[in-house]
Nanobody, 126 residues
Framework: VQLQASGGGLVQAGGSLRLSCGASGRTFSTYAVGWFRQAAGKEREPVALISWSGYSTYYPDSVNGRFTISRDNAKNTVYLEMNDLKPEDTALYYC????????????????????WGKGTQVTVSS
């Protein structure tokens, strides 16, 4: 599976952005997909994940209520809608995919994804 993230940019605090993760590969629809971010000097962290069916999602407290992940398996694309952006959301955002079950991902705190795309930069100005 090859992943390509897009949609990043510069936005003012309180603004919105929509990231897209396009994928190649016929098995993409069977994979859980997640968005992760890495700010300068910090470790990479998960910000949103969605199961292959779209039935299950995960958000950490830092973005819950502001970010929404969704997927369109017919288009091999996963989206991240980000609202009410804050300067602390500034980071390089990556999408990742993994064939593990949702329970397995949850047991390892949604880390250890198998496939990664290149990041897209999100910068939020105050």
């Amino acid at each position: 599976v090859q992943l390509q993230a897009s949609g990043g940019g510069l936005v003012q605090a309180g603004g919105s952005l929509r990231l897209s993760c396009g994928a190649s590969g016929r098995t993409f629809s069977t994979y859980a997909v997640g968005w992760f971010r890495q700010a300068a000097g910090k470790e990479r962290e998960p910000v949103a994940l969605i199961s292959w069916s779209g039935y299950s999602t995960y958000y950490p407290d830092s973005v819950n209520g502001r970010f929404t992940i969704s997927r369109d398996n017919a288009k091999n694309t996963v989206y991240l809608e980000m609202n009410d952006l804050k300067p602390e959301d500034t980071a390089l955002y990556y999408c990742a995919a993994d064939g593990s079950s949702w329970s397995a991902l949850k047991s390892r705190n949604y880390y250890g994804m198998t496939y990664w795309g290149k990041g897209t930069q999100v910068t939020v100005s105050s």
